[in-house]
């Protein structure tokens, strides 16, 4: 069923800035062996039984066919020191690979980033239509945990760092 918005895209992208989101950067393999990968601040859990994870994906992104038809994906939680990564990896046009600073998922060729915050290691379970996006569905195969450092966050359309007692404080790009 189609509904009719009451609301144009602007005024919804502008409103959606206010909600404080986690960065992610989804990396995979495809059966050619390049590793493909993007900045995502679209990623929540879908499920606790089972463990499914749903990581929203442009369709116009470079990124879009490699991910949302590969077998297995990672999900890297980003720290405040990855911002720099996090910028190249939003980047078109650019190798995203080139800095050297992701790793390997162990006994596997999928690219992650071994000081993530936390990593997840999904199997894909299809994709969900959903507007301009395609939802990837992840079935949780592994995870990954650091603990300590501070997350990065995505507020008002930058970076963002949390503040432990005043909410979310933006930071300069």
Known sequence: MQVESLIDAGAFRQAMAEL?????IVTTVDENGR?????????????LEPPLLLVGVDRRSSCHEAITSC???????????????ART??????????????????DSDL???LDAKA???????GTLAVGDHDLLVG???ATRLNVGGTPLLWYQRD????????GVVREPV
């Open 20 to 24: 404080v989101a986690p960065l992610t």
């Open 35 to 47: 590793r493909w990968g993007f900045t995502a601040s679209s990623v929540t859990s879908g499920s």
């Open 71 to 85: 077998r297995e994906f990672v999900v890297n939680v980003l720290g405040e020191q990855h911002r720099d990564l």
């Open 89 to 106: 990896f939003a980047t078109h046009g650019v190798d995203r690979f080139a800095g050297g600073e992701l790793g390997f998922w162990p």
């Open 111 to 113: 690219p992650c980033l």
């Open 119 to 125: 990593a997840f290691r999904c199997v894909s379970s």
């Open 139 to 141: 079935s949780m195969v």
């Open 159 to 166: 970076f963002a760092l949390p503040a432990r007692e005043a």
